[in-house]
């Protein structure tokens, strides 16, 4: 995706071909059947909904107007989930991607056997969330020796650590969920970053060391701003990604216990298929949807705005 | 700009017409369609011949027709060799386990496919977490499987108010089959005086306890009382031994704890005023002294290490394994413990007691809460289906599942053949039961019910008070009967 | 410190040590959950459960050879390859062709209309669930193979437009004159020279769209009734309601289940990676 960028960069000024209108419907209308059949329709129907009060079973007869919306913004496990996805959000950005690019750096360009590596590490994201969860169920699971070894482990690393249930820990389980989500998907970032790397001459920073910088300060000044594009890309796809995670989380924790790991997406399905109430539901879902949506449009508009092509990345 | 919104709405407006157009041109080649257009065009060629002259040859033209017809029919349809064109009876269960109950299943499906060859039964069998999810979809979509497993309660009353349940009541007049389900059984699975399904099994919450483990810590016998069990706990702890085995990660499991605790407090009075909104509410004393007797047991720290985070499943395993004295589960308890521990179940160590009786509690020592499977009928189900499910719930075929173990069974003889001395524990006290609360879970309206676990699951973890429990309940309970 | 040219190579070779420390110690992080599947596979439920990271004592091939004999895995396997292969083939074909149009035409609203088939990128089909099942059931695609392939094909869309687009656009306009001059049209520019030029895109692409699709959970268990038509992620969970204590051969299972999606990514690896990043990593 990032690679669009660059992309369009060279096909900038290339004065494009002046389309038949037949031509232009004609290529365009398998896409627009399938998009607008079963991506804008659903949507247009999931945001009328939301302004009903319906249990999902009869005719939608109940409007509320925006009662939903006035309901939900005060619920306060509605504030939990959405400040779960900002923790998420907050770690990924703060961590899981400085690992990604540390990685990237560390195999990126140089090492012999780095495609070894870099093979291993992107494994993870090939692999289904409904495995991945079965797997670290399994691994997290108190009532087996895998927990236990890896506590002890921990627990001799790090002075302060609290060895113990992780997913049934409401202080540890935003940790435990936080762990899985790295481990399935910061290969993709340090794919991305290798990408980026690739594209930066070693010219460059080689004249900065010959010029007195430390590698601490080649990195700081020279990598990582000539970086800053692809560093923008992440952030962006761990924003959303973060928002729109459900699986992983359903899967293993429900968003429990105690409503500890609730993010909006599970908010969504517990209070609107769960709790059969299909036009709060739906309005969690216009949220989400609209959260995305300005969060693109603001994130855009701040941060890429040169390469801004479209709505969104 | 006005040139753009035109483009896009032309778009629009082609893109939904070449929809449409997909949508209506589906013609199914069906040749018994154009038969039929034919003898309705022979039949009004014979109404019009009839009237003056001779008609045999019409007449011969069209019984002709209608052989083919029927042919054809028979040919598109059936299978070779089938006679009549077949009716598919949908049949979810969440019997996912392969063993012997999901065979008994499936013996009963074919046994009756035998007896009835127009009858084809399409049995889906679903992880009971995949049916949870996967059940209101297809509900809400408006397109109930013909039969499916329910619980009863409020999500059958939903279901039956959206129109989506069939109305056996007349059914169950026939040949006596409302007659032979025990007492009370049917109600969980009726709403305003119309039936909507069936029972096949209908048991008690209570404890499991772990005869060896009772024996090590020298308690001689079990609890009978709420103060004994908090004292027994105490001598657990001081043995070293897990008191209580509770997967809170499902949250139900321990909402039945804080349910039976209403239960013995308030009795049925405090709780049909609750419901019934005849001057109670869930936020009275009862409820609140539940959370209170659950919070002394709670402070003793009786449960297993991460039991907050632990499924059904895994609890039952460590149950099963002996890691734990006692667990407080239904009636399927043992069987669940026997396929997923590694040592395969407790075996004759496993005892049952009811649960404790609750000094100063409006609610007698016999009282129950419980609840069961059944079999709820979809809107479209054919008659075919309700008589599968006739068969299904036979006295023959409930002493089949009462065999097994698997079900203490609701059709009135057939617990004779429960040879599990624990089962028939259970059995009696459901026999015995002065009132017979189904749990709240069930018997509440979902979005309440949804309440009710996580409110009570919060009493565990500490992040509410007894009082709060009880309100949050209430206001529930208050915004979705329209208060 | 300065570094002279001179120095630099043997400073460099003296630097990989800790690298590979580092780079060991994150690879046995990330696959040791992995190998404990792996491993587990081969052994005894009670020594998975409590020795998960030691080699078996004893290798058996019962839970594996359980798995591979189960009519089941090979049908949910043929299920997932049937919408994977229809899933790719119906986005690929379609976001090719509308990225053709975006990238390659001009004409008013055409940024507008783009913007609008990103749409997509914002939100997770699971938000959406209820009205799309609705409407499949409206369309009579519930409990088929075809109605899952044309969701996630829909779904697939907006990324594949993003993809294509900037691929195609960076194709010299040269090519499409040449095409004109010697009488061909749009469409004939599209198939003769636009798509084969673009290969390694669309293979990116495909690839992409492939491990979507195969990963997919909660589309098909909704849409989905019949077992027989369960692809592999539904098969998994179903498996797991199964045999929740036979841990060992859940984890047989889930290693067999996972393996396509694996050789497939070493095969295609280079595509993959080209795809999410625009072709821009070498070896």
């Known amino acids: 995706m990032q690679s669009t960028f660059q992309l369009e960069k060279k096909a900038n000024g290339t004065k494009r071909l002046r389309g038949q209108p037949s031509t232009i419907i004609l290529f365009l209308l398998p896409a627009a059947i399938l998009f ?134 409401p202080q540890k389980v935003l940790s435990a969920i936080f762990i899985v989500l790295t481990w399935k998907y910061f290969g993709l970032h340090m794919i991305l970053y290798i990408a980026g790397l690739q594209g930066i001459p070693t010219e460059i920073e080689e004249a900065a060391s010959i010029d007195g910088a430390n590698q601490w300060q080649t990195l700081r000044f020279v990598t990582i701003p000539m970086l800053s594009r692809t560093i923008y890309t992440t952030i962006y796809l761990s924003v959303l990604g973060s928002l729109q995670q459900f699986d992983l989380v359903w899967l293993m924790t429900e968003g429990g216990p105690v409503g500890a790991s609730e993010v909006l997406t599970t908010y969504m399905y517990r209070h609107g298929f769960v709790s059969f109430k299909l036009g709060y539901g739906a309005g969690v879902a216009v949220v989400l949807f609209s959260i995305c949506l300005v969060f693109s449009l603001i994130y855009q508009y701040l941060f890429m705005r040169e390469d801004y092509a479209g709505a969104v990345e | 700009m006005r040139k753009q919104a035109l483009f896009v709405v032309s778009m629009l407006v082609i893109v939904g017409l070449l929809l449409t157009a997909c949508g209506g ?44 017809l029927a042919a054809a029919e028979e040919a598109a349809a059936a299978e070779p060799e089938e006679e009549v064109e077949p009716v598919v009876v949908s049949w979810w269960h969440i019997t996912s386990e392969p063993g012997p109950h999901q065979e008994a299943w499936k013996k009963m499906a074919d046994d009756y496919m035998a007896a009835n060859p127009n009858v084809v039964i399409e049995i889906t069998i679903l992880e009971n977490e995949a049916f949870k999810s996967k059940l209101p979809t297809v509900m809400q979509a408006g397109d109930p499987p013909d039969l499916f497993q329910s619980w009863g309660g409020g999500t059958l009353v939903e279901y039956a108010k959206a129109g989506l349940l069939k109305d056996i009541t007349a059914d169950m007049a026939v040949d006596g089959w409302g007659d032979s389900f025990g007492a009370g059984a049917l109600g969980v699975y009726a709403y305003d005086g119309k039936q909507y399904g069936v029972p096949w099994d209908m048991g008690a919450v209570g404890f499991w306890y772990n005869k060896a483990l009772f024996a090590q810590a020298g308690i001689d016998a079990p609890p009978a009382t709420w103060g ?87 609890s039952e395993a460590i149950m099963g394994d002996g890691g734990g004295a ?68 036979s006295l023959e075929n409930q002493k089949v599942l009462a065999e097994l173990g698997v079900a203490i069974p609701v059709v009135i003889g057939a617990e004779e053949a429960l040879t599990d001395p624990n089962m028939i524990m259970v059995s009696e006290a459901v026999a015995q039961a002065d009132y017979y609360q189904l749990y709240y879970d069930q018997f509440l309206p979902p979005a309440t019910s949804e309440v009710v676990n996580d409110a009570t699951q919060a009493l565990y973890a500490g992040t509410m008070t007894p009082e709060e429990v009880a309100q949050a309940i209430e206001d529930a309970y208050a915004e979705e009967i329209g208060e | 410190m300065t570094t002279t ?61 359980y798995v591979l004999t189960l009519d089941s895995f090979w049908r949910q396997l043929l299920n997932s390859t049937i919408v994977m292969v229809g899933t790719v083939t119906l986005s690929t074909i379609s976001a090719s062709m509308a990225a053709f149009v975006f990238a390659r035409m001009r004409f008013k609203g055409r940024d507008t209309l783009f913007n609008f088939f990103m749409i997509g990128l914002l939100f997770p089909l699971m938000v959406a669930i209820l009205p799309l099942y609705i409407l499949m059931r409206q369309m009579g695609l519930l409990n088929s193979l075809i109605g899952v392939i044309l969701v996630e094909a829909a779904f697939q869309l907006s990324q594949m437009i993003l993809i294509m687009r900037g691929f195609f656009r960076s194709l010299p306009k040269e090519l499409e004159d040449a095409t004109y001059i010697d009488g061909g049209n749009a469409f004939t520019f599209f198939t003769r020279v636009l798509l084969p030029l673009s290969a390694p895109a669309l293979a990116a692409n495909a690839a992409l769209a492939m491990v979507f699709s195969w990963n997919q959970l909660f589309l098909p268990l909704l849409v989905i009734n019949d077992e027989v038509l369960y692809p592999l992620p539904l098969g998994t ?23 396509p999606a694996v050789v497939f990514y070493l095969l295609a690896e280079r595509y993959i990676i080209a795809g999410l990043t625009g072709g821009a990593v070498k070896g």
Do not use: C
């Not at chain 1, 020796?145 to 002075?159: F, G, K, Q």
């Not at chain 2, 080649?29 to 019409?58: C, K, N």
């Not at chain 2, 413990?337 to 020592?365: C, I, K, R, W, Y």
């Not at chain 3, 969970?237 to 393996?259: D, E, K, N, P």
């Open chain 1, 36 to 169: 607008l059949t079963f991506v804008i329709f659903p949507i247009i129907q999931g945001a009328y909904i939301s302004l009903y009060k319906w249990n999902g079973l009869g005719p939608l007869e109940n409007f509320v107007g925006f009662d939903n919306f006035a309901t939900m913004f005060e619920h306060e496990p509605f504030h939990q989930a959405l400040i779960h996805n900002l923790v998420i959000i907050v770690l990924s950005i703060g961590l899981q991607l400085p690992i990604a690019l540390g990685l990237a750096l560390l195999v990126g360009r140089k090492l012999p056997g780095r495609t070894f590596f870099r093979t291993l590490f992107f494994l993870p994201y090939v692999i289904s969330e409904a495995i991945s969860a079965i797997l670290w169920s399994f691994i997290f699971n108190p009532r087996f020796a895998a927990s236990e070894i890896i506590n002890a482990v921990l627990d001799t690393i790090l002075p302060f650590f609290d060895p113990g249930p992780w997913l049934g820990d």
């Open chain 2, 25 to 68: 041109a589906a013609p199914t080649e069906d040749p018994s369609a154009a038969l039929q257009a034919q003898v309705a065009e022979l039949q009004a060629q014979l109404e019009a011949a009839q009237e003056d002259a001779d008609t045999s040859d019409l007449e011969a033209q069209i019984s002709e027709l209608q052989d083919q």
């Open chain 2, 228 to 314: 004994e069990l908090l004292e027994d706990v105490q001598i657990f702890k001081d043995a070293g031994i897990t008191p209580i085995i509770l997967g809170e990660g499902e949250k139900w499991p321990g909402m039945h704890m804080w349910s039976y605790l209403a239960v013995r407090e308030g009795g049925k009075e405090a709780f049909d005023a609750a419901y019934l909104r005849t001057g109670g509410s869930f936020a009275d004393a009862p409820f609140v002294k539940a959370g209170e007797d659950l919070q002394d047991l709670i402070a003793l720290d009786p449960f297993q290490e991460g039991y907050l985070g632990m499924g059904h499943d895994d």
């Open chain 2, 326 to 393: 006692m667990m407080l589960m239904g009636q399927w308890a043992p069987a669940v413990m026997a396929t997923t521990s590694t040592s395969g179940g407790l075996g004759d160590d496993l005892g049952f007691f009811t649960f404790p009786a609750v000094e100063g509690g409006a609610g007698g020592a016999y009282d129950v809460l419980g609840g069961g499977n059944g079999i709820a009928v979809g809107i479209n189900a054919e008659p075919e289906a309700i008589d599968f499910l006739r068969y299904l719930t």
């Open chain 3, 5 to 65: 040219d001179a120095s630099r190579p043997v400073k460099k070779r003296g630097s990989y040590l800790p690298r590979y420390v580092i780079a060991v110690i994150v690879s046995i992080m990330i696959v040791s959950p992995i190998l404990i599947a792996v491993l587990g596979g081969f052994k005894e439920s009670a020594e998975l459960l409590n020795s998960p990271f030691t080699l078996p004592k004893v290798w058996i091939l019962d839970n594996y050879q």
């Open chain 3, 237 to 259: 969970m179903q498996f797991f309601g199964q045999y929740t204590s036979v841990w060992s051969r859940l984890m047989a299972f889930i290693v067999i289940a996972a393996l």
